[in-house]
Antibody, heavy 119, light 107 residues
Framework: QVQLVESGGGVVQPGGSLRLSCAVS????????MHWVRQAPGKGLEWVAF????????YYADSVKGRFTISRDNPKNTLYVHMNSLRAEDTAVYYC????????????WGQGTLVTVSS | EIVLTQSPATLSLSPGERATLSCRAS??????LTWYQQKPGQAPRLLMF???NRATGIPARFSGSGSGTDFTLTISSLEPEDFAVYYC?????????FGGGTKVEIK
């Protein structure tokens, strides 16, 4: 069955960096675009970034552009997001999600990993 | 950026009642509108895509309608497991955006 498992969350100081991973199984990662979506505590969903199946297309929310980098390692079935210059407002649960049929519907989601930016 | 406004913020209903949730876009998004359901402590779940197409395993009591800027998610008769937060999302333009959510709570 399709599974997505995020890891790498934790507490980081403002200005710090963190790399989140999303290990997938039950499907061939190289066939799918992938997204990161985040949710601040008690708040709604915020789309963060997208990477195409072949890495040629990448898109970012304005709030993270220039600070976050999405990448993937298809042979390792793993999606990443590298987060630099972290701010308090980046505190959130970060979800990875699969793109359904290349149409930007997110059909499978991981359970999320919490990133807390605090001194 | 396309802004999605969901209303009401909270809907208080009893099991068996009909729920009508609204999502309004700041500009036309054709039919590129998706709905998700999220329960406490869980990841969102895909409900409907392109307005009215139910995702795999979603029961027929869920339906969607609309085009352009105004969209509706209807739950014909609420089951206990339907009490949750519902989000709309547009895929017409980058960046993808979500609405602020509607919480359907037990009255």
């Amino acid at each position: 069955q399709v599974q997505l498992v995020e890891s790498g969350g934790g507490v980081v100081q403002p200005g710090g960096s963190l790399r989140l991973s999303c290990a997938v199984s039950g499907f061939t990662l190289s066939y799918y675009g992938m997204h990161w979506v985040r949710q601040a505590p008690g708040k709604g969903l915020e789309w963060v970034a997208f990477i195409g199946y072949d890495e040629r297309n990448k898109y970012y929310a304005d709030s993270v552009k220039g600070r976050f980098t999405i990448s993937r390692d298809n042979p390792k079935n793993t999606l990443y997001v590298h987060m630099n210059s972290l701010r308090a407002e980046d505190t959130a649960v970060y979800y990875c999600a699969r793109n359904l049929d290349s149409h930007n519907h997110l059909d499978y989601w991981g359970q999320g990993t919490l990133v807390t930016v605090s001194s | 950026e396309i802004v999605l406004t969901q209303s009401p913020a909270t809907l208080s209903l009893s099991p068996g009642e009909r729920a009508t949730l609204s999502c309004r876009a700041s500009q036309s998004i054709s039919t590129y509108l998706t709905w998700y359901q999220q329960k406490p402590g869980q990841a969102p779940r895909l409900l409907m895509f392109d307005v009215s197409n139910r995702a795999t395993g979603i029961p027929a009591r869920f339906s969607g309608s609309g085009s352009g800027t105004d969209f509706t998610l209807t739950i014909s008769s609420l089951e206990p497991e339907d009490f949750a937060v519902y989000y709309c999302q547009q895929r017409s333009n980058w960046p993808l955006t979500f609405g602020g959510g509607t919480k359907v709570e037990i009255k």
